[in-house]
């Protein structure tokens, strides 16, 4: 990372502390690693984040439906899943400064770092390299791949390692009220297993007919080997999952259909499209039979948001083997029975939250001759801003707070707004660019006489003389989720 988006993205990270986005959980304690809260500005954006998906996908398809499925579940589901047996990472202890990492992504690291000495070829090449032993889960090999680039430990600077040894993912707690009785579970690593193990209640229940899908949105638990970048990798978070089933043979187009929809989506929330890319997996999961990740170039480099795979029917097919139930579909179209298969399109909420919070992110300079100026502002899209509108009346007497306060209450019922009339109106606007609040409603001595308000919008800072009756139907305009599904 560069010192200017290393400071930038250190910017970020207090911005979301100090205005009530994101805190390190558990603070008074020294906080727990890779877990964080939310503040009362970081949920409202995240449930307008869950809004929007939950919206465009569920809300926009006729075929799509949404459940909510218990994190705790049988036991027995992850071990027809595999991931009681292969949801393992590789990772490497560095013996002098007793830290541990994945080995693959120290690997990265490196070629991250060759590629920005302009060194392609060579980088090219430990690409290869790692995917070749990634893919035939070759342990040594990694070790001996980190150990001939003379990678490091960043913290010691020394290589001393260990050998690399797989480490399972998934946190496991026990059921039940005595020892005797108690039964291990686990907390899912991912929803959709949710989703699978009640394919057919939705199916039967819903009268739905392939292609169709489901969707969850939900928490998930993975016991990173190493967790860094903020909210970036955490040891608790949120997906937000779609499992799409298809009649065997039709996967892959539909696959590369789902690719170009959740590519847009993310286009549609406003950030540089040059940000985003597709990135093929060349080692597949157990799984699929194609997948790849949709990137974004965090102030870290390009990582992936989204994944969407193509599950081929193997969830399914296992669920039936371990459970001895029929998962299989009646298509009418074709006379046929069947297990259908799946693709899955697989975002990280709190990735997409920190994607979104750096696109927004911006220190503006806003000096003109001798005088300086600047302010913080958040250019979020006005439908995921966490405050719509604050009212402000120009001062705290003359009946201007009484007329402020009947906006307000109007106001409330459709949107979260903010009233404020403590300090000069100036600050208080800097106050609302710093949470991304799109528009102020400033109520002045004017107010009084002609019931009208100046609106200033957050980007432009430009200012408009509206009437208090128009104020619903226009803040409605800006806000509405038109301005976001209508662009899909
Ligand atoms: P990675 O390679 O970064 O560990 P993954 O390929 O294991 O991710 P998936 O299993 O495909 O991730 O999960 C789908 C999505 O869930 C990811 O695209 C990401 O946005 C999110 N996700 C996965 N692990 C985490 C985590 N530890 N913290 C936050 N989000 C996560």
Redesign the pocket.
């Known amino acids: 990372m560069s010192k200017q988006t290393d400071d930038f993205f250190k910017n970020v990270v207090s911005h979301a502390k100090e205005y009530g986005f994101v805190f390190p959980s558990s603070e008074i304690y020294d906080g727990l690693s890779?877990v964080y809260d939310y503040g009362q500005l970081g949920a409202e954006l995240k449930n307008n984040l869950k809004q929007y998906w939950w919206k465009a996908m569920v809300q926009l398809h006729e075929n799509i439906v949404g459940i909510d499925s218990a994190i705790f579940m049988h036991p027995t589901i992850w071990k027809a899943s595999g991931h009681v047996d292969g949801f393992n990472?590789p990772m490497i202890d560095n013996k002098d400064s007793k830290k541990r990492y994945r080995a693959d992504q120290l690997i990265e690291d490196k070629i991250a770092r060759y590629e920005a000495d302009g060194k392609t070829d060579k980088a090219a090449q430990l690409q290869a390299d790692l995917d070749a032993a990634l893919n035939a889960d070759d342990l040594p090999g990694l070790k001996k791949i980190i150990e001939e680039h003379r990678i490091v430990c960043p913290i010691s600077g020394t290589s001393n390692w260990t050998d690399v040894r797989q480490f399972n993912l998934m946190f496991s707690t026990q059921m039940g009220a005595s020892a005797e009785d108690a039964d291990t579970v686990y907390l899912r690593?991912?929803t959709a297993q949710g989703i699978f193990v009640n394919f057919l209640n939705v199916q039967k229940s819903g009268r739905m007919k392939v292609p169709f899908g489901i969707a969850q949105i939900g928490k998930?638990f993975?016991n990173?080997v190493i967790?860094r970048q903020f909210?970036?990798?955490?040891?608790e978070?949120?997906?937000m999952?779609l499992q799409f089933f298809v009649r065997p043979g039709t996967e892959l187009e539909w696959y590369a259909q789902w690719k170009e929809t959740r590519l847009k989506w993310h286009l549609t929330i406003g950030g540089n499209p040059e940000k985003y890319r597709f990135h093929d997996h060349v080692k597949l999961a157990h799984y699929a039979n194609a997948a790849v990740?949709?990137e974004y170039e965090f102030p870290f480099g390009f990582?992936?948001?989204?994944?969407i795979?193509s599950r081929t029917d193997f969830d399914l097919t296992q669920h039936q083997k371990y459970s001895g139930k029929k998962m299989q579909y009646f298509d009418p179209e074709i006379n046929q029975n069947y297990v259908p298969y799946v693709i899955e399109t697989?975002?990280?909420?709190?990735?997409?939250f920190l994607t979104v919070l750096c696109n927004a992110f911006e220190e503006q300079d806003l000096s003109s001759g001798d005088k300086q100026d600047s302010r913080s502002v958040l250019h979020f899209h006005p439908a995921l801003a966490p405050v719509k509108a604050a009212i402000l009346p120009l001062t705290k007497k003359d009946g201007l707070p009484e007329k402020a306060r009947e906006i307000l209450q109007r106001l409330r019922i459709d949107y979260n707004v903010q009233y404020d009339e403590k300090d000069s109106i100036g600050k208080r606007y800097r106050r609302q660019d710093a949470i991304g609040t799109p528009f102020c409603i400033t109520v002045d001595y004017q107010s009084l006489e002609d019931n009208t308000v100046t609106l200033r919008h957050r980007d432009s800072m430009e200012q408009e003389r509206v009437s208090i009756a128009e104020l619903e139907k226009i803040i409605a305009e800006l806000v509405g989720w038109k301005n976001l599904l209508g662009a899909l």
């Open positions: 890779a990472d690593p991912e998930a993975r990173e967790a909210i970036m990798r955490m040891r978070f949120e997906q999952e990740d949709i990582k992936e948001v989204e994944g795979h697989s975002i990280g909420l709190d990735r997409l």
